[in-house]
C-alpha cells in the first residue's frame, strides 16, 4: 500500500467528501431543475475539520515539480529530505535532490528549497546516510553511489507535513520530524549487521568550496560546516559559465546521540582515515569527472545489538555552531522524540492551513487544494536564529530590525511576485511584512541593490526584471505594513532612477546579469531596453518587466502622496508600447525586441524566445497585466484581443492547448503567462476566464507525483491553484484587486488576519460540471464586475456565487464594469 493510501485510510472529515458528491449531482440536475437557485437550498457543505490529513508532499515529485517529500515546517529553515542518485555523486536525478522515479538514495540533507530549478537547483546541505556493512573505503571515492546508497520502495516510503519515514532495502529505516531550525531522527538498524552513519558535510547538491566535520567521542556528538551556494552555477542560464560558481552562505550543524559510538572515523577525497575525528575539504562547484573523488566527511557507529533503534537530535544555524545548538536547546525539549516532535509539527501544520477552510468537494480536489497551499506556505524561510542574529547579504552576522520577527530568504522573485507573494500577504501578513523588511536590510547590504533571486544571504541574480519593487508595492496594497515602508520605497525608487555601476556589466548574462536594472541609462533615454545593449536576458522581456515594476512603483507611490514619483513612474509604467510592433508579422502585432538604434530585431518569430526569457514572443504578448485594455487596443480593440487570446488556448480545429509543448500557445509550467487565462475579464468575456481556468485546474493540476505542471518556483505554482480553486485571482503586481472566476468548492472560508476581518466566498452549486459564474453577490449586494476592489482584502467581506453548467454571456461584460 502506498503512502497516499495509508495517509487516506486515517482522514478525517469524510463527510465534507461524500456531501462533495452530492454537490456534483446537484449540479448535474441543474439544467432540470431550470434555475441555479433550486440547489442553494441544499445543506451548506461543512468545513474540512483537518485540513493537514489532506496534504501528500509526493505530488509535484516527479514531471519536473522539483517539490521534495521530506520533514519541513511552515517557512522553515531545515527541510529533512531524501537526496536520489542516479549513479553520480556529483549530481542528482532532479533539481532539488529528489526524483520520485529514481529509488536509490544516497543520504538525508538538511536544508532544500521547494520547487527550484537549474538543475540540481539549490542548497541539500549536508546529507547523513545511514549505512549497513563495515566503512572500508572513502564514501567520497564511491563517485558512483554504489556502494553508500541504498535503494528503497515506494511502499515503504511515507511523507506527511513535517515528517518523513523511509525503510530502506539495506535493512534500515529512517523517521525524521522537525521544528523550524532543528530535528530528530530514528534510524533502525538491522540487529546483526554493522550499524553507522555517514556525514557527507561537502557533499551539496551544487558541490561546496569547502567543508569540516568533528567528532566528539565523550560527548556523543557531531559537528560541522559547509561553505557553499552557487545556485545555476553549472549553467548560469546560458552565461558566464563560472559567475555563479561561488559562496554565499555557511551552515552549521550540531548532532548528539543516545549512545556512545562504537568506531569513528573521517575521509577526504579518496583517503579514509579510521579512528580520526576531524576532516575538512570540499568539493568544488564542477561536475562529473571535474569533480568526482572530492570532498570529505566523517563517520560513527553504533552497536544495535540490543536497541536496535539510534536517536539524534540535530539543530542547524547559519550563524555559528553556538547558534545550531542553541537552537536545537530552545525548540526541541530533552527528551522529546520523533512522534512528539511529529504531532507538534503537524498540529502547527494543520493551524496554518486552516486559514482557508473549504467545504464540499471531492477528495481529489480536497488533496490538491490543500498540497497547493502546504506548497505555498513552505516559504520564504527563516535565516535568523532563535536569538535573532543572521548573516546578511554582506556575510557579516546582524541582528533584526525593530519590530522584526525573522529574517527570511529564499525568494525566487521574478516567479513568486505573479502569484505566491499574494497568496503570502493575504493569509500571512506578518510575515509577509517581516519579509519585505528581510529584503530592504538584503538591499541596505548589499549596497542599495536589490537582488531579484535571494537564495539564504546571497544574491544569484537569476531571471530578469525587478521583482522586488512589484512584490512590496503588492504587498503594501495589499495592507501590509510591519516594515520600514517609506525606507524601502525610497530604496527601491532609487534602484529604479539611478544607475547603478552594475547597469553595464555582462557578468552572467544572459541569465544571471548582475545589474538589477540593467543598463538603465540607456532605457531612460530609449524608453525601452535595447537587445543590442540589453546587459540583461532580452531586451524586449526587461523591458515589459521593467513596465510591471514601475507601474507597480507608482501605484505605491500614490498610496503613500508621493505624487511627482508617481508621475514619473506612471509614464514608465506605459513604456511596454515601445516595443509592441503593429506590423511583426504581415497578419498581428506583437512584442519585438528593439535595438538602440531603434530598429526591431529581426528576423522575427512569434514561437521564438529572441529578446525573451524563458518564454516565447507569443507568450510575452500578454505580459501586460497592468494595462490590459491598453493592450488591447494596441491590438485593435478588445474584440481582436479575444480573438487572439482564443487562439493562445485553442489549436486551430478548436481543440485546448494548455498543457505546454506548443510554443504559440499556452505554457502551464512558466510564470510569463500564466496570468493570462484571467485577461478575458478585462476584454469583456469573463466566461472564457471561467472555462479556460477550470480546464486548466482539471487537466493540468492533479493528485500523485505528477500533479504539478511544472517546477514549483517555490510555491508560485501552488499559489496560482489555490487562487484558482478560490475563484479569485490577483489583478496585477503593485494592486489589492482581485479578478473573479468560478470557485470549485461550494464554501471557502479565508480566516481573519492583521486588521483584515475573514473573508467568505459561497457557490453552493460547485462541482466539476458547473464551470461558469451567472450571478455574484459582495457582502450581499449585487456584483456585476468581474473583478472586486482593494477593500475585499485590505477589510474583508463575503463573496456569493451562483454558477452553472451553461456559459451566462452577459454577466460582467459591460463596458464600464470592465476591470482597470
Not at 563495515?134 to 515528517?163: I, L, W
Not at 554493522?194 to 556525514?199: D, G, Q, R, V
Not at 469573463?686 to 510555491?715: C, F, H, M, S
Request: aromatic share 10%; glycine share 12%; charged share 20%.
Amino acid at each position: 500500500m502506498n503512502a497516499l493510501r495509508r495517509i487516506r485510510r486515517r482522514r478525517e472529515g469524510r463527510p465534507a467528501t461524500v456531501l462533495g458528491a452530492g454537490l456534483v449531482s446537484v449540479g448535474l440536475l441543474l439544467p432540470l431543475l431550470g434555475s441555479p437557485a433550486a440547489s442553494a437550498a441544499s445543506v451548506p457543505a461543512p468545513l474540512v475539520r483537518n485540513p493537514v490529513a489532506y496534504v501528500d508532499p509526493l505530488i509535484g515529485t516527479a514531471n519536473g515539480g522539483n517539490t521534495y517529500p521530506g520533514a519541513t515546517m511552515p517557512f522553515g529553515m531545515i527541510g529533512w529530505s531524501p537526496t536520489s542518485t542516479a549513479g553520480d555523486q556529483t549530481n542528482t536525478a532532479a533539481a532539488n535532490g529528489y526524483s520520485y522515479h529514481t529509488t536509490r538514495l544516497r543520504g538525508f540533507s538538511l536544508t532544500h528549497v521547494n520547487g527550484a530549478g537549474c538543475h540540481p537547483g539549490a542548497a541539500g546541505d549536508v546529507p547523513i546516510m545511514p549505512f549497513v556493512g563495515d566503512v572500508d573505503s572513502s564514501p567520497t571515492a564511491d563517485t558512483k553511489d554504489a556502494t553508500y546508497a541504498a535503494n528503497f520502495s515506494h511502499a515503504d516510503e511515507k511523507a506527511e507535513p513535517g515528517r518523513y519515514r523511509v525503510s530502506l532495502d539495506s535493512g534500515v529505516t529512517t523517521d525524521l520530524a522537525v521544528t523550524k531550525r532543528a530535528g530528530v531522527a530514528d534510524f533502525t538498524f538491522p540487529q546483526d549487521r554493522p550499524a553507522n552513519l555517514l556525514f557527507r558535510v561537502s557533499n551539496s547538491l551544487n558541490g561546496s568550496e569547502d567543508a569540516h566535520v568533528d567528532i566528539d567521542t565523550a560527548r556523543q556528538k557531531v559537528t560541522g560546516w559547509v561553505e557553499t551556494g552557487a545556485f545555476c552555477g553549472r549553467r548560469a542560464n546560458g552565461g558566464t559559465p563560472n559567475n555563479n560558481r561561488k559562496s554565499y552562505y555557511r551552515l552549521h550543524f550540531s548532532a548528539t546521540f543516545d549512545r556512545p559510538f562504537s568506531t569513528v572515523g573521517t575521509w577526504h577525497d579518496g583517503e579514509l582515515n579510521p579512528g580520526s575525528i576531524s576532516a575538512g575539504g570540499g568539493e568544488g562547484y564542477l561536475t562529473g569527472a571535474s569533480r568526482a573523488g572530492r570532498g570529505s566527511g566523517g563517520y560513527v557507529s553504533f552497536d544495535t545489538s540490543t536497541d536496535r533503534v539510534v536517536h539524534m537530535r540535530l539543530g542547524i544555524s547559519y550563524v555559528s555552531l553556538a547558534g545550531a545548538e542553541e537552537n536545537l536547546r530552545t525548540e526541541i525539549a530533552p527528551a522529546a522524540g520523533v512522534e512528539d516532535v511529529a504531532q507538534a509539527g503537524r498540529r502547527s501544520w494543520d493551524q496554518i492551513l486552516r486559514k482557508v477552510r473549504v467545504g464540499g468537494g471531492d477528495e481529489d480536489r480536497l488533496t490538491a487544494f490543500y498540497t497547493a497551499l502546504y506548497h505555498s506556505l513552505q516559504q520564504p524561510n527563516v535565516i535568523s536564529d532563535r536569538d535573532g542574529r543572521y548573516v546578511g547579504m554582506d556575510r557579516k552576522v546582524h541582528r533584526l530590525a525593530d519590530g522584526q520577527a525573522a529574517q527570511y530568504s529564499n525568494f525566487s522573485g521574478w516567479d513568486q511576485y505573479r502569484a505566491q507573494i499574494q497568496l503570502l500577504a493575504l493569509l500571512q501578513p506578518r510575515v509577509a511584512g517581516d519579509f519585505a523588511q528581510s529584503l530592504y536590510n538584503f538591499a541596505q547590504q548589499n549596497g542599495g541593490v536589490w537582488d531579484r533571486w535571494v537564495h539564504v544571504s546571497g544574491a544569484t541574480h537569476v531571471m530578469t526584471g525587478d521583482p522586488s519593487a512589484a512584490t512590496l508595492a503588492t504587498f503594501h496594497a495589499m495592507g501590509v505594513r510591519d516594515f520600514d515602508v517609506q525606507g524601502a520605497f525610497d530604496s527601491l525608487y532609487r534602484q529604479a532612477t539611478v544607475p547603478h555601476p552594475s547597469e553595464l556589466s555582462y557578468a552572467g548574462c544572459p541569465g544571471q546579469c548582475e545589474g538589477a536594472r540593467p543598463n538603465l541609462t540607456a532605457y531612460k533615454q530609449l524608453r525601452y531596453a535595447p537587445q543590442d545593449q540589453c546587459y540583461c536576458w532580452g531586451g524586449a522581456a526587461e523591458t515589459l518587466e521593467a513596465s510591471v515594476a514601475d507601474t507597480a512603483l507608482a501605484q505605491w507611490a500614490r498610496q503613500l502622496g508621493h505624487e511627482e514619483e508617481h508621475r514619473v513612474l506612471s509614464e514608465r509604467g506605459g513604456y511596454w508600447k515601445n516595443v509592441f510592433n503593429p506590423a511583426a508579422t504581415p497578419d498581428a502585432g506583437y512584442i519585438q525586441a528593439r535595438n538602440a538604434d531603434g530598429s526591431w530585431v529581426t528576423p522575427f518569430d512569434p514561437a521564438s524566445q529572441h529578446g525573451f526569457a524563458q518564454g516565447s514572443a507569443a507568450t510575452y504578448l500578454w505580459m501586460v497585466p497592468q494595462d490590459v485594455q491598453g493592450l488591447a487596443t494596441a491590438m485593435g480593440g478588445r474584440e481582436k484581443a479575444a480573438t487572439r487570446l482564443d487562439a493562445f488556448f485553442h489549436r486551430p480545429d478548436g481543440s485546448w492547448s494548455v498543457r505546454g509543448g506548443d510554443a504559440l500557445r499556452y505554457d502551464p509550467t512558466n510564470e510569463p503567462g500564466i496570468h493570462a487565462p484571467w485577461l478575458y475579464n478585462a476584454l469583456g468575456r469573463p466566461w472564457k476566464t471561467q472555462e479556460t481556468v477550470r480546464q486548466i485546474v482539471d487537466t493540468v493540476y492533479g493528485t500523485g507525483p505528477a500533479g504539478l505542471p511544472g517546477n514549483d518556483d517555490l510555491g508560485t505554482m501552488s499559489a496560482w491553484y489555490v487562487f484558482a480553486t478560490l475563484g479569485i485571482y490577483p489583478k496585477a503586481p503593485g494592486s489589492g484587486d482581485l479578478l473573479l472566476g468560478t470557485p470549485v468548492f461550494p464554501v471557502a472560508v479565508i480566516a481573519a488576519a492583521g486588521d483584515r476581518a475573514e473573508i467568505t466566498i459561497d457557490a453552493p452549486q460547485a462541482s466539476r460540471t458547473t464551470p461558469y459564474v451567472r450571478s455574484v453577490t459582495l457582502d450581499g449586494a449585487p456584483h456585476a464586475s468581474s473583478w472586486v476592489d482593494a477593500s475585499l482584502v485590505r477589510r474583508g467581506g463575503s463573496l456569493s456565487f451562483v454558477v452553472s453548467d451553461r456559459a451566462d454571456t452577459g454577466w460582467a461584460t459591460d463596458p464600464g464594469s470592465l476591470p482597470r
